[in-house]
């Protein structure tokens, strides 16, 4: 049994004893992903940084050669971050680099941004570029530490409370801008009274998607067949690139551009962001032994409000998906309480 761990262990290049194999595995997904995201826009910004100007409407025709410089740094880390995936028990370096460069980026883009010297369009960069790793980073970093255990626990709480705080900015603040209010002129009118409000709502529903990622590797991290865990991740974090690039646009492309962001970022969100959020829970609710009675009962009609958001989105009926999200979100923030304490 020791020989087939170690071999195992060998196979995912995983040297710490005190590393989940499984958390291993994610590891390696998220890492994995970090460098094919890093790689295309080092790409796309080494050879064809004019639109990139273009696209995020920053009229300074000499940042081409700064864009360049920035897909080569993005580049090298790229190739630290593929590295990572394959060997991670050299992987702590290079993670670490990377790390700090995310965490360094964000405060020279606010400090870009408030000068005039970048729009705040390229917010959608930096959520890809940038924040979406701090936590796997981090935690990863942290493997072996106490703080790293306690902060994994707290997954599925920080899940139901953050998610709780995005369906309440959408019912008290949000709501005025969406397709609940019929009158496209009234909605523009709100958002342009209300900026600030406005972008703060769709901050806490960044932060909610966040944790919930976080919350189903943590779930993956205890189902006995690691393949549907890892399957699992892999298609939320494909849900998580169509909702985080909506949340981007609203905040940073409205109001200026509504009448043709805001119906798409309301696809986006609705149909494939949630959609592939909902299968990914239920391949982790199939995979998970134990879940069986009430509980069980309570699990599928959360997967089926979800389901149900996606057909009413892409249906076009916003009533429905009114519906389905206000049954989705009172079902799911308490249940993500109760499966923290059933799983612990």
Request: glycine share 10%; with cysteine; charged share 10%.
């Amino acid at each position: 049994m020791e020989g087939d761990r170690g071999q195992a262990r060998s196979e995912v290049g995983v040297a710490d004893p005190s590393l989940d194999l499984r958390r291993a595995r994610h590891y390696r997904l998220f890492f994995g992903l970090a460098a094919s995201v890093t790689a295309a826009f080092a790409i796309w910004a080494g050879l064809f940084p004019s639109n990139v100007l273009d696209v995020f409407q920053v009229d300074r025709p000499a940042y081409s050669i700064l864009l360049r410089g920035l897909g080569l740094v993005d580049g090298l880390l790229a190739v630290g971050y593929a590295y990572a995936a394959f060997n991670l028990r050299r992987a702590k370096p290079f993670i670490a680099i990377g790390l700090a460069v995310r965490v360094i980026g964000p405060v020279a883009w606010v400090l870009a941004v408030a000068g005039g010297q970048l729009t705040a369009r390229t917010f959608t960069l930096v959520i890809f570029l940038d924040l979406v790793w701090w936590i796997p980073f981090a935690l990863f970093l942290l493997e072996g530490t106490r703080g790293g255990e306690s902060l994994r626990a707290l997954a599925p709480y920080a899940c139901a409370v953050l998610n709780l705080t995005a369906a309440g900015a959408l019912l008290l603040v949000l709501r005025p801008g969406t397709e609940v209010v019929p009158d496209p002129a009234s909605r523009i009118q709100y958002i342009t009274n209300n900026e600030l409000l406005w972008r703060a709502g769709w901050v806490c529903w960044i932060a909610a998607a966040l944790s919930l990622l976080a919350f189903y590797a943590w779930w993956a991290a205890r189902v006995p067949a690691w393949g549907w865990g890892v399957a699992a991740l892999a298609i939320a974090s494909v849900g998580l690139l169509f909702d985080l690039t909506a949340e981007s646009l609203l905040i940073a492309w409205l109001p200026k551009d509504y009448a043709t962001v805001a119906p798409a970022t309301s696809l986006l969100t609705g149909g494939p962001g949630n959609g592939l959020y909902t299968v990914a829970g239920a391949l982790l609710t199939l995979a998970t032994p134990g879940l069986r009675g009430w509980f069980a009962t309570w699990t599928w009609t959360i997967w089926a409000a979800g389901f149900g958001l996606s057909a009413f989105t892409l249906a076009g009926n916003f009533l429905g998906v009114a519906v389905c999200s206000g049954v989705l979100f009172a079902l799911f923030c308490p249940w993500a309480v109760v499966m923290g304490r059933k799983q612990a």
